[in-house]
């Protein structure tokens, strides 16, 4: 992992999750056509979106876009904001009740008063595409099975592409969430990596972070991780996305490297375009894996 000369800024490989993105898609879309052919329906995807939060609406209206690019069925209930917790618990088991919904993904955040942990616990098992449910949470911590949250997966896909062997591969996740950190982790575990859990009020972060042969920054701070944080020939992926405004006046998105100073590395992914479209195309593929599951039971 480690090379003895660092490359040029020109010869650090840029981890494309667009294009690998496209490539699961479409994997999932030949996936979706087998289960059609062998069962008569396609698999089915129900998204909730309670209230109009802006980046909520964007997300929702990517994920069924996608939904339509792999044939797979998106079924939408968008609810008013002052929907109270009764009904979307109701909602819910509607949709664990329907055999043609195999996927039910929640879009966070919910409204003030409604428990995101109750609702989300409300899915069965089999139907949580998003592997929030403390089933699928325990399942990944065993090495059981289960469906498996869809960022980490796509990092996991995201790595693959340059990492062949990760066994005694020091690995650094800067970011402790049960969305990212926790389960990329338990993830990189399995295959024998050696991994360090980190966050931003972890002492001497820096030289922590300069010792790994990977470093995974999800931690939600724009541009944490600087040049002098990574060493020659790491492998870094960037998870953040955040919108700032330049000095004079321009807004752009940056992730949580800072990925100008990062020439030095053996590859890292992009923000826009990396972990991101890995994400909603994970999504896709637990569908179809939920599917197979519900029609092989």
């Known amino acids: 992992m480690t090379n003895a000369t660092a490359p040029s800024p020109e010869q650090v490989r840029l981890i494309d999750g667009k ?9 999932t879309r030949q996936e979706v056509e087998e289960i059609a052919a062998a069962h ?19 997300y929702v209206g990517r994920k069924i876009a996608q939904c339509r690019k792999a044939g797979i069925r998106s079924v939408e209930h968008r609810l008013p904001a002052d929907t109270d917790e009764g009904a979307l618990l109701a909602l819910i088991d509607e949709m664990n009740a329907d055999p043609a919904i195999d996927g039910i993904l929640i879009q966070l955040p919910l409204p003030k008063g ?20 403390p089933v699928n949470v325990g399942r990944l911590s065993s090495g059981t099975g289960g469906l498996v949250p869809c960022t980490p ?5 995201l790595l693959d592409t340059v ?8 690995v650094v996740v ?11 982790s338990m ?6 990596a050696t991994v360090t859990v980190t966050h931003i009020e972890t ?14 920054a999800a931690a939600g701070a724009p541009q944490l991780v600087r040049g002098y944080w990574v060493k020659p020939g790491a492998v870094v992926i960037d998870v953040g996305i955040t919108r700032i405004t330049d000095p004079d006046g321009r807004t752009r998105l940056v992730g949580d490297c800072a990925t100008n100073e990062l020439g030095h590395a053996a590859a890292v992914t992009p923000v826009p375009g990396g972990v991101g479209p890995m994400t909603i195309a994970c999504l896709l593929s637990n569908t179809v894996r939920a599917a197979r599951m519900a029609r092989d039971a």
């Open 19 to 27: 294009a690998i993105a496209a490539q699961l898609v479409e994997q």
């Open 40 to 58: 008569g329906a396609a698999p089915g995807l129900a998204v909730v979106l309670v209230g109009s939060d802006p980046a909520s609406e964007v």
């Open 114 to 133: 409604i428990d995101a942990s109750l609702v989300l616990d409300r899915i069965l098992p089999g139907k949580d595409v998003d592997g929030f449910h």
């Open 153 to 157: 997966l796509g990092i996991m896909m």
């Open 163 to 170: 990492i062949a062997d990760y066994r005694g591969l020091n």
């Open 174 to 184: 800067i970011g402790k969430s049960n969305i990212v950190g926790k389960p990329v």
């Open 187 to 192: 993830l990189l575990l399995e295959r024998e």
């Open 203 to 216: 002492r001497n972060l820096p030289d922590i972070a300069r010792q790994a042969d990977v470093i995974v």
